[in-house]
């Protein structure tokens, strides 16, 4: 871990309401876990040293969704925007050095983006850097302008923006790397008078240019990675992306799939080289398929241990089930 990104805010205190759902939004599961936890995942994959998740609406239930995490909670007891949320992690930020900021409802974000992006900071000597990307259609996401040297001079608010502002597509990805002792002054001179009356975290970088510090873009081309999850059809989205990944590292590691936009491996399963999977099949509760395992299609297995060779017939469902090795199964089996 470099001293570029000691440590990490996780903000995770809102409602959400464009999920239409009287659920947190970092709450909603995504590929079998709440989406805060894919963020947190990869942001300790990346190497924090330590992680701080400002949470706020339905707190009891964020902080138990993220036990057995490394993570400290801090709770931001009125939604007052994200600076202030990010002020609200002041002092559980106390000796870090730098602090990566990532927002909880970004489960496709990768830990290999954020050490790209420390590596960049580290390497540009930026007080502050800033993950954007590129949309076809930024409406709703604050405008990044840059100045004649191309560097970042400030972000505006869809709200906050001129017509010809929101002309432009390069959009703020909500990802921040800075410097600590730059980070909570900048904040403590944010104020409210935008259309939302809340403290945008937005505004630290025309802060910091303001006060000729060296504000760096890190420009990431994949904006499905980075951008946060709105809708239900988000959700479902990152759903699927997630599941591909999945797939792909299996498949990469030795597992045929014959459909796989059909098929699910949950994380903690394991399966072995030569393994077929047909499509609509399902695996997962911590199962283990031996090597050369054959999974009809619909089939499937929940919290079992399947020897090597066996055959698992055509829409099965099986759970907390010992299979034999080369042992074959019926079709349409069902059974604990």
């Given amino acids: 871990m470099t001293e570029a990104a000691s440590g990490a805010v996780i903000l995770a205190a809102g409602k959400g309401t464009r999920m239409k759902s009287e659920k947190a ?17 990869a942001v300790l994959e990346a190497g924090v040293l330590r992680g701080v998740c400002v949470i706020g609406h339905q707190k009891e239930a964020v902080a138990q969704a993220l036990d057995g995490l490394p993570v400290e909670c801090v709770v931001q007891a009125e939604q007052k925007g994200t600076g202030h949320a ?30 790209a992006m420390q ?9 502050l850097t800033l993950m954007t990307t590129e949309l076809d259609n930024p409406f709703g996401y604050g405008r990044i302008l840059r100045g004649p040297d191309n560097e970042l001079m400030a972000i505006v608010e869809e709200k906050d923006a001129s017509p010809e502002e929101r002309r432009i597509t390069e959009v703020n990805a909500g990802v921040y790397l800075a ?35 060296k504000v760096q873009p890190f420009l990431h081309p994949v904006a499905q990675d980075v951008l946060g999850v709105n809708s239900r059809v988000e959700l479902a989205q990152a759903e699927a992306v997630l599941q591909a990944r999945r797939n792909r590292e299996l498949m990469l590691s030795g597992v045929t799939m014959l459909h796989p936009p059909s098929t699910r491996v ?9 393994c077929l999977l047909h499509a609509q099949t399902t695996v997962e509760n911590g199962s283990r ?34 299979i034999a090795d080369g042992e074959v199964v019926a079709p349409l089996s069902r059974g604990l």
């Fill in 25 to 41: 939004k970092v709450l909603h599961e995504v590929f079998y876990q709440p989406m805060v936890r894919h963020v947190i995942s």
């Fill in 86 to 115: 990010v002020l609200c992690a002041r002092e559980a930020c106390c000796g870090l050095a730098q602090i990566l900021i990532v927002c909880g409802d970004t489960p496709l974000i990768k830990a290999e983006t954020l050490r």
């Fill in 119 to 127: 590596d960049q900071h580290r390497e540009s000597g930026a007080t």
């Fill in 179 to 213: 410097r600590a002792d730059f980070l909570f002054q900048a904040l403590s001179q944010v104020g409210t008078d935008n259309s939302q009356g809340e403290m945008y975290l937005t505004d630290i970088a025309a802060i910091a240019r303001r006060e000729g510090k």
């Fill in 266 to 274: 949950a994380p903690d399963c394991e399966l072995g080289r030569d």
């Fill in 289 to 322: 398929l031996g090597p050369g395992c054959v999974l009809d299609q619909g089939a499937i297995l929940r919290n079992c241990t399947v020897g090597a060779g066996a055959w698992i017939g055509a829409y099965s469902v099986l759970e907390n089930r010992q």
